[in-house]
């Protein structure tokens, strides 16, 4: 590709080919960066909608707009029914933003903060559901330390499947793309702006871009590998304003000593998942976080169709990690409530959707009681021989200890 301003991704087993444009990608560490920022383990995962166009078997990603996730389920990036509804709603009303005019929505992304560059069920399943289109594409990030980030894109084959275990081919992000978001007006800079939304047209990515004294310092260059591009090499600071940098970091001192010191303690999810095993319903949470390991009591509210379930969870129950439901239907929703010794409740909910549990028909049922009772009648029978066995053998134990005594005293007599 011949504009430096763009950089592919294409492989022999994948039949598409994925450009984009470098700017998009620094828009999506930003995004990425926020949200793994905003908890000290982990971080909260996002995730966002891919624009752009798409020519054959080449799509060009263009633009992103921001999903919006409440986090009802944890911090990983699981929609809830609302979330579904906003992101249904956004993907009917963005093609009408005149900043998108003339693309087209190419797929998503989202990060995994706690797992691999893989597709999750729950991954597949919006990717089935809200990007349904055979070219349309999915990209997993995986941030690291520092700010470095891995990345993949996952396609479909030509019969409709996904390949979810790993990308093709993962790639490093390039380092940060130092002036070009600061020289052009990707975001609106006034006060109250929304941060959120990542404006991009299709006029500003095709063109070259105009270069500004800084871009003119950080030239943009293509690494030739399979990891992506990269940035040369940014000159060395200045030093004209050094006792303005000395207060800075002095500055900086003092907020990073409010904050551990004053900064209340982050919260740590219990990681509820509903997940069916055999036709039961496994319902999991990570017994060694700080809400169950200081908890007095909890519960577990099934919401099974239209019944309802209260499970009270003693400390014991709580540090197993695990609950066993034999489900009616196939829409559960699960909230767990733990309570601290001061009171202080921590909530989280789940839900589980699947086809409805199978059920016997008359004669299958019929059948399996008729072996139970034969089951239960060999049971009777044999507890009840057993119970003659052992009467017959604490009488013959009688009988010999008479002989025994007996024998004794005639032994003495002679």
Not at 138 to 164: C, N, Q, W
Request: charged share 25%; proline share 7%.
């Amino acid at each position: 590709m011949s504009d430096p301003s763009f950089a592919s991704w294409s492989v022999a087993e994948s039949p598409i080919t994925i450009e984009y444009t470098l700017v998009v990608l620094e828009e999506i560490r930003r995004a990425v960066t926020e949200g793994f920022q905003r908890l000290s383990r982990g971080g909260l995962e996002v995730g966002g909608v891919l624009y752009g166009t798409r020519e054959g078997r080449t799509v060009r990603v263009l633009a992103l707009r921001e999903i919006d996730c409440e986090h009802a389920r944890g911090p990983s990036f699981l929609l809830s029914d609302k979330d579904r509804g906003a992101l249904a709603k956004q993907l009917v009303e963005d093609p009408e933003d005149p900043r998108l005019e003339g693309m087209v929505c190419v797929g998503w992304f989202l990060s995994h903060t706690r797992g691999e560059i893989a597709l999750t069920e729950s991954d597949l399943e919006i990717y089935s559901t809200l990007f349904p289109a055979p070219w349309q594409v999915t990209l997993v990030i995986r941030p690291g330390r520092g700010s470095s980030m891995r990345a993949g894109f996952f396609v479909r084959e030509a019969d409709g499947t996904v390949k979810t275990g790993q990308s093709y081919m993962d790639f490093n992000f390039p380092d940060r793309l130092s002036g070009v978001l600061d020289a052009t007006s990707l975001r609106d800079r006034r006060p109250g702006a929304e941060r959120r939304r990542f404006p991009f047209s299709r006029e500003e990515a095709s063109a070259e871009p105009s270069l500004t004294p800084a871009r003119r310092h950080f030239p943009l260059a293509l690494d030739p590998s399979p990891t992506g591009p990269r940035l040369l090499p940014s000159p060395p600071p200045t030093r004209k304003w050094g006792w303005l940098a000395a207060w800075l970091v002095l500055a900086i001192g003092l907020v990073v000593f409010g904050l551990q010191y004053f900064t209340p303690r982050s919260y740590e999810p219990v990681s509820l998942s509903v997940i069916e095993r055999e036709g039961q319903l496994q319902i999991e949470w990570n017994h060694t976080a700080r809400p169950v390991t200081g908890a007095a009591r909890g519960s577990l509210e099934i919401t099974d169709g239209k019944d309802t379930r209260t499970v009270a969870l003693t400390p014991q129950d709580l540090a197993a990690g695990k609950f066993t439901y034999v489900r009616n239907t196939g829409d559960i929703d699960v909230r767990m409530t733990v309570i601290d010794r001061s009171g202080a409740r921590v909530q989280e909910t789940s839900r589980f959707l699947g086809p409805p549990p199978v059920k016997a028909n008359a004669g299958e049922v019929e059948a399996i009681k008729q072996i139970r009772d034969e089951l239960e009648a060999e049971v009777a029978r044999l507890r009840q021989q057993n119970g003659a066995q052992a009467a017959r053998i604490q009488q013959l134990e009688r009988t010999l200890r008479i002989l025994q005594t007996r024998l004794g005293i005639d032994q003495g007599k002679k």
